[in-house]
């Protein structure tokens, strides 16, 4: 994890508002923020988690807390903070038998306009979008780009997104400027403009169903349209060189679209990239944070 939860330009701001600031040491170093740069602005720099746990009463975080973090909390402490309620159950008791304020940043609504300057899920999953396409092209063996030399032709990569939201729409368009043919599906069937006027195609379920939910979000689908899902994403997977799979529900684990026997069935040398990990993976044989083989794969 490089990022950091709030940078000296805010400490700034925050100072200016009234606030004194205190910030862990070596906190911004992976996001080449130094403690110098935070103490030039007004803040206290402390040596450790434990003293800023110990002296704030407005905690900014990144990752949800451990539970020794948890057990550094006190009575009436404000946590904001990436918290996924639904998906820690187990956090959510330790957090209200502390008695503490969460401040969960990735449950505001996104479509509200006054939330809009707190939505840091929309930025987030634009750089991830980004991010999942130069990752898979490091580990794809080709061009992305259709080359013809005079020794021959190399085809443009395939690839396929699935799910069209902001994660989805960065990686069409990043992957459609690199030369790719690129192809995706979302449950929402009004994202198809938005995947075409980004140079992708948008494949469509044999089945009609729309899957628009609150937020911007797709909600679960019926078996049906499932099961017409996973047909498509069959012949997907055995067409495509590159799947990059953004899927996710709130409130629920991230639903499985790729299964084992999808992943057979793909080219030696393909490249899945599943940024649903952590929610439990859009893919059968994705392992959190390991870039695994299987099949070739």
């Not at 609504?109 to 939505?119: C, F, N, V, Y």
Request: proline share 5%.
């Amino acid at each position: 994890e490089k990022r950091v939860a709030t940078v000296p330009d805010v400490v700034e701001k925050l100072i200016k508002l009234g606030f004194s600031v205190a910030i862990e040491s070596g906190a911004g170093d992976a996001a080449n923020f130094s403690d110098d740069a935070y103490r030039a602005v007004g803040a206290e720099v402390l040596p450790n988690a434990a003293a800023v746990w110990a002296a704030a009463d407005i905690i900014f975080k990144v990752r949800p807390p451990t539970t020794e973090e948890v057990a550094l909390m006190r009575e009436g402490q404000i946590l904001l903070d990436f918290i996924w309620p639904a998906q820690n159950p187990e956090l959510m008791q330790q957090l209200a038998a502390k008695k503490v304020t969460v401040l969960a940043i990735d449950s505001l609504p996104r479509t509200l306009s006054r939330a809009q300057k707190m939505d840091a899920l929309t930025s987030m999953a634009g750089v991830s979008g980004y991010r999942a396409v130069i990752e898979a092209a490091n580990a794809f063996g080709r061009y992305f780009n259709g080359q013809i030399t005079a020794a021959g032709k190399v085809p443009p990569a395939k690839v396929f997104i699935a799910g069209a939201g902001v994660a989805g729409l960065s990686a069409i368009g990043t992957a459609a400027n690199l030369g790719a043919i690129v192809r995706a599906n979302d449950t929402r069937a009004e994202v198809a403009d938005q995947v075409t006027s980004l140079g992708g195609e948008f494949v469509k379920v044999d089945y009609e169903e729309d899957g628009a939910g609150g937020g911007g979000y797709a909600k679960v689908m019926s078996e049906g349209f499932q099961a017409a899902q996973r047909q498509m994403y069959a012949q997907q997977a055995r067409d495509a060189d590159i799947i990059i799979t953004t899927a996710l529900i709130p409130g629920k684990p991230a639903p499985k679209l790729i299964t084992g026997e999808m992943v057979q069935s793909m080219k030696p040398g393909s490249v899945i990239v599943d940024m649903a990990a952590e929610q439990g993976g859009n893919c059968e044989l994705t392992v959190p944070n390991e870039a695994v083989v299987r099949h070739g794969v």
